[in-house]
């Protein structure tokens, strides 16, 4: 099982093990990719978890969940030009409810990778960067 490396700019490293059987075109995408690096701020609308905006990266939607994702989890929001979403990638440290500001209030996420262990320490990261501002995350191939 493949798995992704993630390090926080002010410290922090995590394991996501690829969801490779439910996402599989959102972790071939991913893994084409790697290594890259974007920077990562508190999510506005959608709870605990922390979002980045890649200027260069989109995806196709696959996996769609609005509720149901797990501390841990990373998903890719894709653009959706009709009602002005981006492509956003999310890393979610608590409760986590893909929601916006369109008519449903829904935006489903591809959800991709899982991180299981150190999740105690995640929240601590998504709470840093509330309080001390936006972070840059690397990722990378874990080995």
Not at 16 to 31: F, G, H, M, S, Y
Not at 55 to 77: K, W
Request: a negative charge; hydrophobic letters at 40%.
């Amino acid at each position: 099982m493949a798995s992704i490396k993630l390090d926080f700019e002010k410290g922090g490293t995590f394991e996501a093990r690829l969801l490779e059987d439910e996402a599989p075109k959102t972790c071939a995408t991913i893994k084409d990719r790697l290594p890259f690096e974007y920077l990562f701020q508190q999510s506005i609308v959608s709870g605990q978890a922390m979002v980045a905006i890649p200027p260069d990266l989109t995806m196709e939607r696959e996996n769609q969940r609005v509720a149901g994702i797990p501390p841990g989890a990373l998903s890719f929001l894709v653009r959706d030009e009709p009602v002005l979403v981006p492509d956003e990638i999310y890393i979610a440290y608590g409760i986590f409810i893909s929601r916006g500001l369109t008519v449903d209030a829904k935006q489903p996420v591809n959800v991709f990778a899982q991180i299981d262990d150190g999740l105690d320490e995640l929240k601590e990261i998504g709470s840093r960067i509330i309080r001390h501002g936006s972070e840059i995350v690397r990722f990378s191939l874990n080995g």
